[in-house]
Structure formats: C-alpha cells, structure tokens
T-cell receptor, first 111, second 112 residues
Framework: QQQVKQSPQSLIVQKGGISIINCAYENTAFDYFPWYQQFPGKGPALLIAIRPDVSEKKEGRFTISFNKSAKQFSLHIMDSQPGDSATYFCAASTGFQKLVFGTGTRLLVSP | EAGVVQSPRYKIIEKKQPVAFWCNPISGHNTLYWYLQNLGQGPELLIRYENEEAVDDSQLPKDRFSAERLKGVDSTLKIQPAELGDSAVYLC??????????FGPGTRLTVL
C-alpha cells in the first residue's frame, strides 16, 4: 500500500513535443504529490508539487494533473526541450516527510 | 543560499571495510534525511532526524548501518562492515519544518 507505481520506464520525445509520465498510488492517506527531476551525478530537485484538493497545477511548461478518485497523477512537459532530458520521479507522502518515490522515468528529448 | 553538502562524492572500498558519509544540511533546516538510491530506482528513506533525534529509522539496517546527528546540524552515516550489495548512491536531504525536501548531490559507493 506504500508503493507508488510509475510509467513508462523510459520515454523518447521529439523537441517541441509533449512528455507525459504517469503515477498511481494506493494509500489514500497520501496528501502531497511532488515530482522530482534528477540529472546524472546530481541529487533529485523538486520540480512541481500538488495537494489533492486541486485537480491541476501548472508552472511554466510543467503541469501536474491529479485524479483523486482514480488515485493517479501525471506530469506533462509541454514544448519539451533537450535540456529536459533527465530522470523524473514521482513521489507521495502524508505531510512532507516520509516520501515514497516511484521507480523513475528516463526522458530523452531528441533535437 | 548554499545547498546540502555531502562528502565524499565517490568512495570505493573492499567488502568488509567500514565507510562513512558526511552531510551538512541547509542552514536552519532542522529535519535531515538519509536516502539510499539503487541504480535505476527511486530514493528510499533510511533515517529521518528532527534536530538531534532519529524519529524514523525503521528502514535502517541496524546490524551494519548507524547514523548520528550531533548538535542537530551535520550528520554522519556509517556502514560497518560493507557488503557488495551496499553499492549505491547515498543521498542526504534537509527541510525546515513542514516544508519541501532539498537533496544533496549524493555519495556514490562502490564495494568491491
């Protein structure tokens, strides 16, 4: 029940395209859903996060869509750029503290 | 604002040897976390400190792993003795109360 399932494992998108990464969770006590971006040799960096009281949050080219009834949330990267090539992790927690991470999606944006 | 500092960045040791990792959190952050990240996987929490107190160490393999956070600032994670399966990246993160976590660059451990 603590797992967060993430898909796809890897993704190749052309420059300017939309990248979509999906996550699903079971624990209905989760109330914080962040997405992290990780470049090789670096630690994860918070990209965007959402609480379950809203269905969508947008920050620049990054949007989280949240479906509470389905217990699913997704990250959309609009106008994907080569600099977005990284590994993306979804996570979930009760409060901010005990984050449970997905297995990651390796995104490659081709020029 | 300086980020979370970790050292060393890389460590190669032979199995059965001890190893220690050091973390300096962001100034003013009272919560400190140690995570384990295996290749191709997401980080997994090992231990969480609130100031000097370890409030969640349920995932820490206590037979060989230990951690301390003296004076509620810097922290050290130790493995003794190291095993081949301990090869991974060890991440430190910090946060202020009820806020997002900021991660350090990690220490990549290779056990031969």
């Amino acid at each position: 029940q603590q797992q967060v399932k993430q898909s796809p494992q890897s993704l190749i998108v052309q420059k300017g395209g939309i990248s979509i990464i999906n996550c699903a969770y079971e624990n209905t006590a989760f109330d914080y859903f962040p997405w992290y971006q990780q470049f090789p040799g670096k630690g994860p960096a918070l990209l965007i996060a959402i609480r379950p009281d809203v269905s969508e949050k947008k920050e620049g080219r990054f949007t989280i869509s949240f479906n509470k009834s389905a217990k699913q949330f997704s990250l959309h990267i609009m106008d994907s750029q080569p600099g977005d090539s990284a590994t993306y992790f979804c996570a979930a927690s009760t409060g901010f503290q005990k984050l449970v991470f997905g297995t990651g999606t390796r995104l490659l944006v081709s020029p | 604002e300086a980020g979370v500092v970790q050292s060393p960045r890389y460590k190669i040791i032979e199995k059965k040897q001890p190893v220690a990792f050091w973390c300096n959190p962001i100034s003013g952050h009272n919560t400190l976390y140690w995570y384990l990240q295996n290749l191709g996987q997401g980080p997994e929490l090992l231990i969480r400190y609130e100031n000097e107190e370890a409030v969640d160490d349920s995932q820490l393999p206590k037979d060989r792993f230990s951690a301390e956070r003296l004076k509620g600032v810097d922290s050290t994670l130790k493995i003794q003795p190291a095993e081949l399966g301990d090869s991974a990246v060890y991440l430190c993160a910090s946060s202020s109360a009820g806020a997002e976590q900021f991660f350090g660059p990690g220490t990549r451990l290779t056990v031969l």
